[in-house]
């Protein structure tokens, strides 16, 4: 009766051992989801750090350039204004520099605008693809990036990793 | 203790500090086969990969010794010592490497890839066949050791991907390398490839 009792004892025992491999081999496996604050992983991110002051240097020059010729057209439009007798050739040539001169701001703006749109492409892209590594490797289901505009109301904090990915971008993008 | 046994203590001692020391200093004797394998398995740390929009980016750190001795194995001369070193005394002063750029859509050509015209197909051509260099470098430490020399192989689309054969300026510092590439035709911003110190630290010596 004793070693019934034993028995059966032993065979619990071993169901509980096998149910709990079970359930944590199947938690350990569960995918996971998580999500980002995309504002702070773009804004953290030491790719766009760069390009940033890449664009800005650019945009600096450019407005450089235009407030030079900007400033001469002004003293030359002052001139024309004090003298006299100013002859048609003069005034062609100044609304000649005019012209010329509104055509390339908006030109630069143009410009500004397509390097803009470009840098901040290649920003997500390489974001893109680092979540995409990183989701593989960690497993995840998905990685959720969050803004203000987004459909996600609510978000366990718990399941943040925002300073994680900023952290592993930021070594990925330095080749590590 | 006998005073007698101090000497014999010291020696023991001071043998097994020189076999630690030497079992412990990294570069080990292979042989030049060996040696070839070693340099290219991405295992050692030498060969860094990154995949990039629609381009995979791979750059292979090449020791002035690989160099040497793929030199002498493609002209078939029997690699002896004296023989190597007259050969690697050509290719020290710079450190070498190899990038290779390949598009990852199928039977993609990466001078082609995502261009709109056949202005642009010239224009990479001319980018990394002349300009390039000014674009790829290394980091190490606070140094930026530039690109001295660099070779572009044209595929013909025969290949999925092309190769840029590089040689850098060197230091004597001994820090990890980042080699940057900061591309200029492709859109895909600026890649790096992280070699480190260990890597290169480890790489063996050949027997001959």
Redesign the interface.
Known sequence: MEKKALGVKLILVQVIILVSIIIGYEMLMRKKTVYVDSARVFNEFR?KK??ENNFNSIQMERKNYLDSVELRLKLTGQRINESKTVSDGILADFDMQKEEFFKRKQEFEEMDNSLMK??N???W??IH?YAK?YGAHKRYAYIFGLTEASSILYANEGEDITQEFIKVINSK???? | MKADNIPLILIAVLSLSIITFLGCSGQKRVSQEEYITWVNNAENGLVQEQVVGDYKFSFQYLPAEYMALKELMASEIMPTKPVFDSVLNNYRGLQYGVMKIGALIEGGDVLKQSITSEAEYFERIQYYTTIVPRDIFIVKGNDTLNCAMHHFERTFSISSFNTIMLGFENNSDSNDQIVVYDDQVLGTGKISFFISREALSNIPLIEF
């Open positions: 790719m760069e390009l470009r840098y492409d290649q920003i892209d390489r693809q590594e993008y330095e080749g590590r």
